[in-house]
Structure formats: C-alpha cells, structure tokens
Nanobody, 124 residues
Framework: QVHLVESGGGLVQAGGSLRLSCAPF????????MAWFRQAPGKEREFVAA????????EYGDSVKGRFTISRDNAKNTVDLQMNRLEPADTALYYC?????????????????WGQGTQVTVSS
C-alpha cells in the first residue's frame, strides 16, 4: 500500500513563488505517473500537472502553463511543483496523486492514490 505526503504549502503574495513536494511511501509501482491537482472552495478538482516517473514526460493544465514546473527529485524521491508568478486564482488545496499506469491521465478518476492535500493561499 502506497501513501503520499505533501508539503510546502503556505501563504504568499501575488507574484510570489512556492514549491510543493510530494513523497510516496510504501510499495509503489513499476512505472507510474504522479500528478498535482487542486481544488478551490465550491469548485471541482482541477488538473494542474503530471510527470511520468521513469521518463520525466510532463503535462500541464492550461491555467498554469508557463508559470508552474513539475519535476522529479531522484535523490529525495519526491515530485515537486515549482509555482511562480502566483495569482489569487491559484488559491486552493493542492493534492498529489499517483497513477499506476505508464499512460498519462488528466482526470481525477485516472488516479489511484491521493495525498491529504496542502493549502496554498495567494493574497492580492
């Protein structure tokens, strides 16, 4: 059983940066995608970014392209989300998720295990 632990959320002013990390613990899969989603109050959970663990292929949601970067840190065994030029619209609970499949998934139902979430708040 794998579980995910997120860290790095917080409060930042508009235009600032934050870096989120997600660490998988327990038994993982031979190849998989790890992703970040976010959910603001009253809204559906939204795809932010995903990366294939073995090949580093990344995909981004339209609202974050050019501002966010997802990457793997092999030394720490984490997947990180570097968020730059943050906007108040980026305020949400950010979730890390893992998909036990080498094919990219963009939907909530494509992912098998979820973290508890870390709050990101961007003030104007």
């Amino acid at each position: 059983q794998v579980h995910l632990v997120e860290s790095g959320g917080g409060l930042v002013q508009a235009g600032g940066s934050l870096r989120l990390s997600c660490a998988p613990f327990g038994r993982t899969f031979s190849d998989y995608y790890m992703a970040w989603f976010r959910q603001a109050p009253g809204k559906e959970r939204e795809f932010v970014a995903a990366i294939r663990w073995s090949g580093g292929i990344a995909e981004y949601g339209d609202s974050v392209k050019g501002r966010f970067t997802i990457s793997r840190d092999n030394a720490k065994n984490t997947v990180d989300l570097q968020m730059n030029r943050l906007e108040p619209a980026d305020t949400a609970l950010y979730y890390c998720a893992i998909r036990a499949n080498y094919a990219l998934g963009l939907g909530v139902r494509d992912y098998d295990v979820w973290g508890q979430g870390t709050q990101v708040t961007v003030s104007s």
